[in-house]
C-alpha cells in the first residue's frame, strides 16, 4: 500500500524521508519547540519516533506527516495523527497535533496542514472524531485548535498521566472535532 500524502496550497503533507533526520532531531531538541512538554526528545528517539511514523503511514493508520513547504522541499516538522497511549475519560482516540520549526511558526502553516488532515481523517479514515489536547498554558496551539473550530469544553481538562504531579504543564485542554454529517 502507498503511504498517503496531502497536499495544501503551501504544503506538502508526505512520508517521512531519510534526510528529515536531523532538522527533525534539531526540531525536537529546540527548547523554545519543546516548551510545552516535560523534556526535549533526544536524538535517539527522533529516529525511532521517525520509524514508528513510517511504519503507520505505509499501513494507511492514523500518523503524523512530515510536513514541508511545497515550493522549496524544506522540512518544516510534522502535523498528523496519532493514538494516545495512556488512560483518561476520552480515550481510546484519535488525536491530532503539530510540531513545527521556530521558522515556521506565525505563517499559518500549523491550521492549513491540521484542516487537511482532518478531512484525511474523516473523509478517508472514516473516523467519527478526532480530539487534541495540549498543556493549559501553550496558547499558540490552543489557538489552533480554536482556528480549527475545534469544541472545548472546560470540564473535560485534565491533568495528563504522563507528567509529573505537581508540574505546571500537567493540566491539559481537551478540544473535540466531530465528522461533519
Not at 106 to 114: Q, V
Not at 136 to 165: C, I, Q, T, W, Y
Request: proline letters at 8%; charged letters at 25%; a negative charge.
Amino acid at each position: 500500500m502507498a503511504s498517503p500524502q496531502l497536499q495544501t496550497e503551501r504544503l506538502v503533507l508526505r512520508q517521512w524521508k531519510d534526510d528529515d533526520l536531523w532538522p527533525f532531531v534539531e526540531l525536537n531538541a529546540d527548547p523554545e519547540v519543546m516548551e510545552y512538554f516535560p523534556a526535549p526528545v533526544t536524538a535517539e528517539q527522533s529516529a525511532e519516533m521517525m520509524g514508528v511514523q513510517q511504519s503507520l503511514l505505509d499501513a494507511g493508520k492514523p500518523a503524523l506527516f512530515a510536513a514541508e513547504i511545497w515550493a522549496t522541499s524544506t522540512f518544516i516538522g510534522f502535523i498528523g495523527l496519532s493514538v494516545p497511549r495512556f488512560e483518561a475519560p476520552f480515550t481510546p482516540c484519535v488525536e491530532i497535533g503539530w510540531r513545527l520549526a521556530r521558522s515556521a511558526w506565525g505563517h499559518g502553516y500549523a491550521t492549513e496542514g491540521a484542516d487537511a488532515v482532518l478531512k484525511y481523517a474523516f473523509v478517508s479514515l472514516g473516523l467519527p472524531e478526532v480530539v487534541s489536547f495540549t498543556a493549559e498554558g501553550n496558547k499558540r496551539s490552543r489557538a489552533v485548535m480554536e482556528r480549527l473550530r475545534m469544541s472545548h469544553d472546560p470540564a473535560e481538562d485534565f491533568d495528563h498521566p504522563s507528567v509529573p504531579s505537581g508540574d505546571p504543564l500537567q493540566r491539559h485542554v481537551l478540544y473535540r472535532k466531530s465528522r461533519p454529517r
